[in-house]
């Protein structure tokens, strides 16, 4: 049965609400090919949604899981949003290459840096996670980034920082690079303390030094301010959990 643009809405404002991740996927693709507008999706049903689960965290209706799954929810109808609401015609202002560390498979906060680098103008390589110092050197050897973001959630994973740091001092490239860190348990002391030039707490901080060190272009388009404000929107209801 096809779904009314009201129905698609309603329904992906309550599905997200809940979390449920593969009916909020499933009905952003429906309304895609009913050619509704990426930029209705957002404001009409999953920004709200997300606003409306941050106010129940804060009267205490709602607790860290629910947080949790309602935030990823949105992200993956994000990753289906994010090539329609991204500036296209506009040349490549930078290359920026990332991964999680190896021994951490979290990529929810790298992905969402993506989605933002990507919609501001960079050219992500995202190299995934479990990601080993010597991976990092070849892909660095390969693409030549401007910059290289280094992302770790657990705090047994972040001495991987270092350990990746050295590994491109021995090979010769840790000047020819900027390298930026993050992830939850990450401080700007922390990344101070490893070597790293740069410390980003979200996703909408990291793309904004990026775009200050590789010389900002005038102007975004509205689906471009679309993309940061709702992945903005991601990024808090996470920290929150």
Known sequence: MTLSSEEILQRLYDETLTGNAPEVLDLTRQALEQNMEPQTLLFDALIPSLEEVGARFERGDFFV????????????AMEV???????TGVQTIGKFLMGTV??????????LVNIMLEGAGFEVIDLGVQVAPEKFVSAIEEHQPDIVGFSAFLT????????NIEALQKAGLR???HIAVGGAPVTEEYAKH????????????ATR??????????GQSQGAQAL???????????RKG
Do not use: C
């Open 156 to 163: 047994t994973t972040m001495p991987m920082f270092k350990a």
């Open 65 to 76: 899981p629910e947080m949790l799954i309602a935030g990823r929810a949105m992200a993956g």
């Open 102 to 111: 190896k021994g951490d498979v979290h990529d929810i906060g790298k992905n």
């Open 81 to 87: 949003l994010r090539p329609l609401l991204a500036d």
């Open 175 to 177: 000047d020819k690079v």
């Open 194 to 205: 490893v070597g790293a030039d740069s410390y980003a707490p979200d996703a909408s901080m």
């Open 228 to 238: 940061e404000q709702a992945v903005m929107k991601i990024d808090e209801t996470l």
């Open 209 to 218: 030094m990026a775009k200050h060190l590789v010389g900002d272009r005038s």
